[in-house]
């Protein structure tokens, strides 16, 4: 049901949801990391590549959140409908694996966090075997995963707005780390923070929440201001993140000191002891394991609706290509603890795939919600086309990019 007739604040409140999840699954361990390493290597000069990176996730955000509420149907179904199924496919097996790569990451990220105070070993397979739990116990799997995710993100706020307090209050920023400007310079940390910020596939999965939640066409106002406040909220962690690094960082530790974000918290103890590193964990791992649920969902239930399979969270397939994405990165994490290796060809392979399906899904976004045969009076103006077309060609930019330097020198590396 919508919430139209809703009063006063509890309306404005219940305005939100959907973008919360999202800037849950924005905001994980790759984020936090890169935030840092760009926040020791340039200080505050990069705070505009963040700005602009969430500019456009809040407008693929706001095409998401359109085309659930005024279609009423699933992107998959749509897809299928209007391309075919075996594009439908392709975009849900896409997101499928890079879900399964970043969830690898989100392992690491917990346990790191949990590490940090406990020396054990059962950290993955314990909270694996509760987000497992978490899909199959509620009978509104939406709503139980709304209220968990704004907890998350208060955990989050509350906890680097302390870290960088206490850092301001214990250091003052270089003043050649104060001016935001454009260096001319291009390196991977840069580009990483533009990839663990302008998340397409979480963009795309904002379709399914708004229908999640029960949105319709007389909630579209809802469904946009939903989208632009979970913006507001990855950039301003995100910010508080670099900024912290760059006041605590910058001129002392550089960026490939920090090769993991429990690099970052060992740095920030050395220079301020338990408390800052205690603050950190908390907010890793709240970033970790708010991630590590949605994440793994957006990888399932897009497979399964590209598939043909469904697309709700009372759908059994969709929860069961859920847990494949669970244990899965629960499995390359294990491996990469116990070998002390990273997994090169899953990389590889999830960067390939990264290259198709990031800018295939945009255009699907984009081009979907530019139709008026489904979209009607709602279809996309001049300026969010214009917008949206901006944010389509970055993407198509660093899917070449990232083709160029990454893929066909790992895939030759690999079968050397």
Not at 43 to 52: E, K, Q
Not at 91 to 115: C, E, H, M, P, R
Not at 353 to 369: C, D, E, Q, R
Request: hydrophobic share 55%; charged share 10%.
């Amino acid at each position: 049901m919508g919430d139209g007739n809703t009063k006063g604040p509890y309306r404005w409140l219940r305005s939100i949801g959907p973008g919360l999840v999202t800037a849950c699954v924005v905001i994980g361990p790759g984020s936090i990391l890169t935030s840092s390493k760009v926040g020791a290597t340039h200080g505050f000069a990069m705070t505009w590549v963040v700005v602009a990176s969430v500019i456009f996730m809040m407008v693929y955000m706001s095409l998401g959140a359109k085309l659930g509420v005024v279609t009423g149907e699933s992107a998959g179904d749509l897809v299928a409908r209007t391309a075919g199924r075996p594009v439908a496919a392709l975009i849900g097996i896409g997101v499928f694996f890079i879900a399964a790569t970043f969830q690898f990451g989100n392992n690491l990220g917990v346990d790191s966090a949990v590490k940090a105070y406990f020396d054990w070993n059962g950290t993955m397979l314990v909270f694996n075997a509760i987000a497992i739990a978490f899909l199959f116990l509620f009978q509104d799997l939406y709503k139980a995963l709304e209220r968990l995710m704004s907890g998350f993100v208060g955990l989050m706020l509350v906890a680097f707005a302390f870290n960088l307090a206490f850092a301001l209050a214990n250091r003052t920023p270089p003043d050649a780390a104060l001016i935001p400007k454009s260096s001319g310079e291009i390196d991977l940390s840069l580009l990483g923070l533009v990839g663990t910020t302008f998340v397409v596939p979480a963009a795309y999965y904002q379709s399914y929440l708004v229908r999640f939640k029960g949105w319709g066409v007389k909630d579209l106002k809802n469904g946009l201001t939903d989208a632009r406040v979970g913006s507001a909220l990855m950039a301003l962690i995100t910010l508080m993140i670099m900024a912290n690094a760059a006041t605590v960082f910058y001129g002392k530790v550089s960026g490939d000191q920090l090769a993991s974000v429990g690099d970052v918290a060992a740095q920030l103890e050395s220079a301020f002891g338990p408390k800052g590193r205690a603050l950190f964990c908390i907010g890793l791992f709240s970033a970790a394991y708010s991630s590590f649920l949605v994440n793994s969902m957006i990888g399932g239930f897009m497979m399964a609706d590209g598939l043909g399979l469904g697309s709700k969270p009372t759908d059994l397939w969709p929860r069961l290509l859920t847990v494949a994405v669970l244990l899965t990165g629960m499995g390359v994490a294990m491996y990469v603890t116990k070998s002390g290796q990273p997994p090169v060809g899953a990389i590889v392979f999830a960067q390939a795939t990264t290259v198709i399906a990031a800018p295939l899904m945009a255009g699907a976004l984009w081009w979907l919600t530019s139709r008026k045969d489904l979209m009607g009076e709602y279809a996309n103006g001049v300026l969010t086309n214009v917008l949206a077309g901006a944010g389509f060609l970055l993407l198509l930019v660093i899917a070449a990019w990232v083709a160029v330097v990454k893929v066909v020198p790992g895939m030759s590396t690999l079968f050397a």
